[in-house]
């Protein structure tokens, strides 16, 4: 390969990046629906054709969005649940770290678990870092149950409920931390809870 193709990549690369980005930055800021090919083209100093070469439409953009989120989301359950590796604390710390992600980035978790994209959850086509934030919930449970990716998926699932219910106000955002003890406290004390080293 020749450096001047190496050079091209490398740019396309950093366009692709810019474009995501860009389109994190205005969705955070002003929601997704101010999310435009037209004002990413703006913003990111490109004709909307050079952003077209990038993303077929705000659909793919998303998507990009989705699962740079995940790869995120993966590598922050992974700090938490190394950081408290004992069974019911590591259970507990990535559950945290799991709220604390949706409260503090929620235009970024919009994309990855509430609007609507092509993204395949539990599915042979799931992308590899959705795939490892599952896992950090599993890794969580002891590895010779076979249910730990059920409960995986219902401490997920809870989660998810209490992260989009406090995101729209239906729930007091002051009743987290005992919530959070609640569900760690029913998913420990519940045979093929966390693991016991």
């Given at each position: 390969?020749?450096?001047?193709?190496?050079?091209?990549?490398?740019?396309?690369?950093?366009?692709?990046?810019?474009?995501?980005?860009?389109?994190?930055?205005?969705?955070?800021?002003?929601?997704?629906?101010?999310?435009?090919?037209?004002?990413?083209?703006?913003?990111?100093?490109?004709?909307?054709?050079?952003?077209y070469?990038?993303?077929?439409?705000?659909?793919?953009?998303?998507?990009?969005?989705?699962?740079?989120?995940?790869?995120?989301?993966?590598?922050?359950l992974?700090?938490?649940?190394?950081?408290?590796?004992?069974?019911?604390?590591?259970?507990?710390?990535?559950?945290?770290a799991?709220?604390?992600?949706a409260?503090?980035?929620?235009?970024?978790?919009?994309?990855m678990?509430?609007?609507?994209?092509d993204?395949?959850?539990?599915?042979?086509e799931?992308?590899?870092?959705?795939?490892?934030?599952?896992?950090?919930?599993?890794?969580?449970?002891?590895?010779?149950?076979?249910?730990?990716?059920?409960?995986?998926?219902?401490?997920?699932?809870?989660?998810?409920?209490?992260?989009?219910?406090?995101?729209?106000?239906?729930?007091?955002?002051?009743?987290?931390?005992?919530?959070?003890?609640?569900?760690?406290?029913?998913?420990?004390?519940t045979?093929?809870?966390?693991?016991?080293?």
């Amino acid at each position: 390969m020749s450096a001047i193709t190496k050079r091209r990549e490398r740019e396309r690369a950093q366009r692709h990046q810019l474009i995501i980005t860009a389109a994190r930055e205005l969705a955070e800021a002003e929601g997704w629906e101010a999310v435009t090919t037209r004002r990413l083209a703006e913003r990111v100093e490109y004709s909307q054709p050079v952003l077209y070469s990038h993303f077929n439409g705000k659909e793919a953009i998303l998507r990009a969005v989705a699962i740079e989120g995940f790869d995120e989301l993966a590598a922050r359950l992974r700090r938490a649940r190394l950081a408290t590796p004992e069974p019911p604390q590591a259970l507990h710390a990535v559950c945290r770290a799991y709220l604390e992600f949706a409260t503090e980035q929620p235009a970024l978790y919009q994309a990855m678990f509430v609007l609507p994209t092509d993204v395949k959850f539990a599915h042979a086509e799931t992308p590899p870092p959705l795939r490892a934030a599952f896992d950090e919930f599993v890794s969580c449970f002891r590895p010779d149950d076979l249910r730990r990716e059920l409960f995986a998926e219902v401490t997920w699932s809870a989660l998810h409920g209490i992260a989009a219910l406090s995101e729209s106000g239906r729930i007091p955002p002051n009743g987290q931390t005992e919530r959070l003890d609640f569900l760690v406290t029913q998913i420990a004390g519940t045979p093929g809870g966390p693991a016991t080293l």
